[in-house]
């Protein structure tokens, strides 16, 4: 059993005034495994207060200093990966495979960071005057559970390649991952006060970062329905906000796709983190003159899909987070199967021999765009095939969405696969891959899909003001 008892304010673990616990699971068994203290609005306010005393020295550090901060946070946690690899996997119901990955990536954010900084133009001179790119101030950061590790990482090196200091609200079902990283923070040697991190729930410690005048932006990952909220209230003291929101990501395989490619990528794609993923694709859009070959496909490549023992490397997908988001996984397979849908693969319930949080891998076919399997972000492994006549309508099925986070495209054709990414409303189009590889490219999305864009240099953008000095 962990107990998780300190937060970590102004460079220290101190106990927090807040007396609220949280109850810590392993997904996998659904066996209580830990408790953590959460912080309250004394807490929240003490390191805020921290945060800003310790940025009227550090906005004020060089770019080398900050550098060095950024090199030594990836080092620490390179350190620590065989640590934070078993807690993910513990706690969050990781396949150790997909979280050896994660763990790295959070780690590269810092050296891409610092790579961007070091190309970018915090000054800039004009004709008749010089722009300053200066630090917002303090940055509030709520990250969510699903992968907890990089949304803190990616949220915090931006924050210090700026010159600003952060308060992180993570997930309070990440706990005992949290308290692993943030002992990494510690190690790195970061100045007292920088780094300040508030266990705790969002209407308690979130309500608090976004109201409070002395924040100067809000960054949030998380649904939109939440997000929306944060907006709204950040807007009463004109924070700046960055949201990275909800997606329900559309797939458009085309005519002249390689089947035996594409649906095992397909697969890969909606499956993606367990499903609890914003970018996962989960609406699969296919020719209806090939819906039977692909079903059968689907059903062939569905036992490639390993789901079980997470330690396995071949494991692909893992348990829902907690006993609430397997019940709302289980009220979206009902919907969709009370709407019409026909469940190809999958279905209510767990998977054989499991227990825990496990849900069954479902595909529905037969699916129309007005159904709520097709329409809500789920987060679980959910997938819905939808099928069209015309190019046409496929991007008519991709954008008829309240979001616009991620699109994916399958064609043997990479020009055509292009001209139709450009008709997707998306913040990313992906063609015939799964994974983005150029870091340099901006992360985040249309429509109520979020506002602001993360990674390189954006990434630092969002946390810093222009000013105009002019003679």
Same mark, same amino acid.
């Given at each position: 059993?962990?107990?998780?008892d ?16 949280q109850d ?7 066996? @209580? ?38 090199q030594r ?8 990966e ?6 993910a ?9 997909a979280? @050896? ?5 959070a ?40 992968a ?6 990616g949220?915090l ?6 010159g ?5 609200k ?43 005048p002395d924040i100067a932006a809000?960054?949030?990952?998380g ?5 929306r909220?944060?907006?709204?209230k ?10 990275e ?13 390689d ?26 859009i ?24 997470l330690?396995s ?37 767990h ?5 825990g ?8 076919v037969?699916?129309?765009?007005n ?6 972000e ?6 819905c095939v939808i099928?069209?006549?015309?190019e046409?309508?496929a ?20 020009e ?7 008709q ?15 870091? @340099? ?31």
């Amino acid at each position: 059993m962990k107990i998780i008892d300190k937060i970590y304010v102004n460079g220290q673990f101190t106990a927090p005034h807040g007396t609220e616990t949280q109850d810590l699971y392993n997904p996998a068994t659904g066996e @209580k495994i830990g408790i953590v203290h959460l912080g309250d609005q004394i807490d929240t306010d003490q390191a805020i207060e921290s945060a800003k005393t310790a940025f009227l020295t550090f906005s004020k550090s060089t770019l080398k200093e900050r550098g060095e901060i950024l090199q030594r946070l990836h080092d620490a946690i390179l350190a620590n990966e065989e640590a934070l690899n078993n807690a993910a996997v513990e706690e969050y119901g990781s396949p150790i495979s997909a979280t @050896k990955g994660r763990t790295r990536y959070a780690a590269q954010i810092f050296l891409d960071t610092k790579a961007a900084m070091e190309g970018f133009e915090f000054e800039k001179q004009l004709e008749y005057a010089t722009i300053v790119n200066e630090p917002l101030g303090v940055i509030a950061a709520i990250t969510p559970w699903n992968a907890d590790y990089t949304h803190i990482c990616g949220k915090l090196a931006p924050a210090i390649a700026a010159g600003c200091t952060i308060v992180i609200k993570p997930s309070e079902l990440s706990a005992i991952q949290t308290q692993i990283l943030t002992e990494c923070f510690d190690q790195a040697g970061v100045p007292n006060g920088v780094i300040n991190i508030v266990n705790g729930t969002g209407p308690v410690v979130g309500a608090v970062m976004t109201a409070h005048p002395d924040i100067a932006a809000v960054t949030f990952t998380g649904s939109t329905q939440i997000g929306r909220l944060i907006g709204s209230k950040a807007a009463e003291t004109m924070k700046r906000v960055t949201l990275e929101l909800g997606g329900k990501s559309p797939n458009i395989i085309l005519e002249d796709a390689d089947l035996q490619k594409a649906i095992p990528l397909a697969l890969a794609i909606g499956f993606s983190n367990s499903g609890q993923a914003c970018h996962a694709g989960t609406r699969i859009i296919v020719p209806e003159s090939k819906l039977e070959e692909i079903k059968k496909l689907i059903v062939e490549n569905m036992k490639n899909i390993k789901i079980g023992d997470l330690w396995s490397a071949e494991s692909y997908i893992g348990p829902m987070v907690s006993q609430k988001q397997y019940d709302t996984v289980q009220r979206y397979i009902q919907s969709g199967w009370d709407q019409g849908a026909e469940i190809l693969v999958g279905g209510l319930g767990h998977p054989e021999g499991l227990g825990g949080f496990y849900a069954k891998p479902t595909v529905f076919v037969n699916v129309e765009s007005n159904m709520i399997i097709a329409k809500e972000e789920i987060f679980g492994p959910v997938l819905c095939v939808i099928t069209y006549k015309t190019e046409e309508e496929a991007i008519n099925i991709a954008n008829d969405t309240i979001y616009g986070l991620s699109a994916y495209i399958s064609s043997g054709n990479a020009e055509k696969a292009k001209q139709i990414a450009r008709q997707i409303i998306s913040g990313r189009v992906l063609i015939n891959t799964a994974v983005n590889r150029e870091s @340099k490219a901006p992360f985040g999305g249309f429509k109520q899909s979020g506002i602001g864009r993360t990674s390189w240099a954006y990434g630092i953008e969002e946390y810093v003001e222009p000013k105009v000095i002019a003679l």
